[in-house]
């Protein structure tokens, strides 16, 4: 994106912050949003019992 806001001048300021702040909040959303759904997606596997 630096590409082009600085050398080509292709994004407006505003374009640029837009993005920058969007790429930002999905960095952190992505992650926390999985972590929260994996226990529905991926259940608890059963513990073998140590007697077999």
Do not use: G, H, R
């Amino acid at each position: 994106m630096d590409i082009a806001y600085v050398q080509n001048s292709i994004l407006s300021t505003e374009a640029f912050y837009t993005l920058m702040l969007t790429a930002f909040w999905l960095n952190i959303a992505v992650p926390v949003t999985i972590s929260l759904w994996k226990p529905y997606c991926m259940p608890a596997e059963e513990v073998p019992d140590a007697d077999s």
